[in-house]
């Protein structure tokens, strides 16, 4: 599975953006979805997860309220909503897909990973 993410920039703070990830493959529908983040100086943390099916998701409580992760199975997409953006959001911002069902917040459980998105938050 190759990810392409797309649809980062520069925002104000309060602002929203979109993130999108577009994936080959027909097994799109099979992986479970992830975002991760990784700001400068960081370590690459969780943003948020979503089932194969679209039906179950999982957010980090830094996000959670505020963000929204969404799938098109149809279309090979993933989706992340992002609202009320903050400076502390400021991250280069990672698709990620996973061959387990389970929903996971996990880095190792991962397998896939696209080149990322850099989202930028301007106080």
């Known amino acids: 599975v190759q990810l392409q993410a797309s649809g980062g920039g520069l925002v104000q703070a309060g602002g929203s953006l979109r993130l999108s990830c577009a994936a080959s493959?027909?097994?799109?529908?099979?992986?479970?979805m992830g975002w991760f983040r990784q700001a400068p100086g960081k370590k690459r943390e969780f943003v948020a997860t979503?089932?194969?099916?679209?039906?179950?998701?999982e957010y980090a409580d830094s996000v959670k309220g505020r963000f929204t992760i969404s799938r098109d199975n149809a279309k090979n997409t993933v989706y992340l909503q992002m609202n009320s953006l903050k400076p502390e959001d400021t991250a280069v911002y990672y698709c990620t897909a996973r061959k387990v069902l389970y929903l996971s917040n996990r880095y190792g459980d991962y397998d896939y990973w696209g080149q990322g998105t850099q989202v930028t938050v301007s106080s």
């Open positions: 493959g027909r097994t799109f529908s099979i992986y479970g």
């Open positions: 979503i089932s194969n099916s679209g039906s179950s998701t």
